[in-house]
């Protein structure tokens, strides 16, 4: 059984840093795409980034530039770099390991 465990979240001020971390078990880790999604209160669910088995990578475009994604195969976590934070990054954000297996979320909050 797959189980994804996420760190790093808080509160911090706009034009801050985070980093959030997702340690995964249970399934071959470098076999699998990554991915962060973000639920703001009253929103759905949404891709932040992803990064493919290969390392190919991709992110919204609400977050390109300020935002990175890597990956420890080593270590089986995944990384997300949160820079220049925004109020409107304020969400819980769920690591994903694909298909379908999900991490508890971690509370970001971003105060302006």
């Known amino acids: 059984q797959v189980q994804l465990v996420e760190s790093g979240g808080g509160l911090v001020q706009a034009g801050g840093s985070l980093r959030l971390s997702c340690v995964a078990s249970?399934?071959?880790?470098?076999?699998?795409?990554m991915g962060w999604y973000r639920q703001a209160p009253g929103k759905q669910r949404e891709l932040v980034t992803l990064i493919t088995s290969g390392g190919n990578i991709v992110y919204s475009d609400s977050v390109k530039g300020r935002f990175t994604i890597s990956r420890d195969n080593a270590k089986n976590t995944v990384y997300l770099q949160m820079n220049s934070l925004k109020p409107e990054d304020t969400a819980i954000y769920y690591c994903?390991?694909?298909?379908?297996?999900w991490g508890q979320g971690t509370q970001v909050t971003v105060s302006s």
């Open positions: 249970g399934r071959a880790f470098n076999s699998n795409a």
């Open positions: 994903k390991q694909f298909p379908d297996s």
